[in-house]
C-alpha cells in the first residue's frame, strides 16, 4: 500500500493504492495558468498505470478540495465505479458544476458495464460506519460528518479510515477540512477506533485543526500536510506543525523545496516517504 499525497498548492488530491486498486481522494487541479497543472497530470498518469482505480472521495464541496477540471479528469478519463461525498448542500457554483457533472456521468454509463455509483455518507444516516461493496483491498470506516455538527462546510467534511487489506497494507486517516469543534465530538464518540498509522492534516495543517485528544486518539506514525508554497493562509500554521511533531514520529509537507509531491509506504522497518518533484516524478509509477 502506498499513499501518494499530490502537490495541487493550496487544496488537495491524494492517490492511495494498493494491490492492483486505487483510490483517489478529492479531485483539485490548479488553475490552468499555473505551471504545477502538467505536473499533476503527469503524475495521475503515472501512479494509476496498471491499477483499477475503485472510487473518488470527494472530502467536501469547498473548490480546494472539489472543482471541477479536477473531478472531470477523474471521473472521465480514469472511471471509477464509485464517487463518495457527504450528504450536505453546498450553494456555490462551483459545486453545481460538479454535481452536474456527477449527473452528466451517471446517465452517460447507466446500463453500461461500469456505471458510476454515487455512495452519499453521513454517519446519522448510517446503521453502520463500515461502508461495504467499495473495494476487495481496502477497508472504508466513517467518522464524519454528523448532522449535529454540520454547522459550516468545513465540518461537514468527510472524515474516514482507508485501511489496506493484508500485507504491507496500512491505515490512513482521511480529514477534509474539520476542525476543532467536530473533532471535539469525534474524539468523545470513537476514542481509539480513531487510531491510524497515517493521518492527513486536517485543514492544510491549519491550527484549528489540532484536537488534542483526537491526536492522542489517532497517534499517528506519519502526517501529510497538503499545502500551497507561501499560502496566502499561513498554511501550515508553526503551531500546527509542532503539535504535529510531538504526536507523530514524521511531519511531511507538499510546500517544501517549491512544492513537492510525498510519496508514503512501508520501508523494511517502518513507513517512509519520500519527496517527489517535477524532476523525479518518475518515482510515482
Given at each position: ?7 495541487v498548492?493550496?487544496g ?18 490548479p ?10 497530470k ?26 471541477i ?7 472521465r ?7 463518495m461525498?457527504?450528504?450536505y448542500?453546498?450553494d456555490?457554483?462551483e459545486?453545481k458544476?460538479v ?7 451517471e446517465r ?9 455509483r ?6 446519522d444516516?448510517?446503521a453502520?460506519?463500515i461502508?461495504?461493496d467499495?473495494?476487495t ?5 466513517l467518522?464524519s ?6 454547522d ?5 467534511s468527510i472524515v ?13 486517516l482521511?480529514?477534509?477540512?474539520t476542525?476543532?469543534?467536530r ?6 464518540y ?18 484549528n ?7 492522542l ?11 500551497g ?5 499561513g498554511?501550515p ?15 511531511f ?10 510519496l ?10 519520500t519527496?517527489?518533484?517535477s ?7
Amino acid at each position: 500500500m502506498n499513499v501518494i499525497t499530490v502537490n495541487v498548492g493550496q487544496g488537495a488530491l491524494a492517490i492511495v493504492r494498493h494491490q492492483g486498486e486505487a483510490i483517489i481522494v478529492d479531485a483539485r487541479v490548479p488553475p490552468s495558468e499555473d505551471d504545477t497543472v502538467a505536473y499533476v497530470k503527469q503524475i495521475l498518469a503515472l501512479s494509476l498505470k496498471d491499477h483499477c482505480v475503485k472510487g473518488l472521495i470527494l472530502t467536501g464541496f469547498d473548490a480546494d478540495h472539489t472543482e471541477i477540471v479536477g473531478t472531470s479528469i477523474i471521473l472521465r478519463k480514469y472511471r471509477p465505479d464509485w464517487v463518495m461525498y457527504p450528504t450536505y448542500y453546498k450553494d456555490s457554483s462551483e459545486a453545481k458544476r460538479v454535481f452536474a457533472l456527477i449527473n452528466d456521468e451517471e446517465r452517460a454509463r447507466h446500463g453500461s458495464n461500469n456505471p458510476l455509483r454515487r455512495v452519499s455518507v453521513r454517519v446519522d444516516k448510517l446503521a453502520n460506519r463500515i461502508l461495504p461493496d467499495l473495494s476487495t483491498n481496502f477497508e472504508f470506516q466513517l467518522f464524519s460528518p454528523h448532522i449535529d455538527d454540520m454547522d459550516c462546510s468545513n465540518n461537514c467534511s468527510i472524515v474516514l479510515k482507508l485501511t489496506g487489506i493484508g500485507n504491507r497494507g496500512f491505515s490512513y486517516l482521511i480529514t477534509g477540512d474539520t476542525e476543532n469543534p467536530r473533532w471535539e465530538a469525534i474524539s468523545k464518540y470513537f476514542g481509539q477506533s480513531l487510531k491510524s498509522h497515517v493521518l492527513a492534516a486536517p485543514h492544510h495543517g491549519s491550527r484549528n485543526a489540532t484536537h488534542p485528544e483526537s491526536l492522542l486518539n489517532i497517534s499517528p506514525h506519519t502526517v501529510l500536510i497538503s499545502a500551497g508554497v507561501d499560502s496566502q493562509y499561513g498554511h501550515p500554521h508553526p503551531q500546527a506543525v509542532r503539535v504535529y511533531s510531538k504526536v507523530a514520529k514524521h511531519v511531511f509537507s507538499t510546500n517544501v523545496q517549491g512544492g513537492v509531491s510525498l510519496l508514503t509506504q512501508p520501508g523494511a522497518t517502518e513507513l517512509t516517504t519520500t519527496l517527489i518533484t517535477s524532476l523525479n516524478s518518475s518515482q510515482a509509477a
